[in-house]
């Protein structure tokens, strides 16, 4: 059974006889040193831990969420602006319904007088 100690610790891989780790560089020991460092960098690279996974994942997850917000602020401020654009078009749009009623109103005063003169 492990004590608590061992089990918060990570095994070191690639350790040697003298306690130096190959990182996954070739030795000039022999041919046997070279593969099993390079077995081991290329596994390293490949399989990463269960804990490498999950914090990978986790990071990824937190990554997500910060950019899913950012999105939603985002889309609520062009919203925002959007309401505001069409709350300033409606009132110009009524300011010049109004004025184009004003100007056919002359326009049908004045053709009125007109012809009244014609007579």
Known sequence: MESDDEI?????LGLGPSGASTSGRREADGPERA??????????????TPADKEHKRLKRLLRNRVSAQQARERKKAYLGDLEVKVK??????SE???RHSTLQNENQMLRQLE????M
């Open 8 to 12: 918060g610790t990570v095994p070191e």
């Open 96 to 98: 010049l319904e109004e």
């Open 115 to 118: 012809s009244y003169h014609q």
């Open 35 to 48: 593969q099993s460092s390079t077995a081991q960098g290329s596994a390293r690279r490949r399989g990463r």
């Open 88 to 93: 300033d078009l409606e009132k110009k749009n």
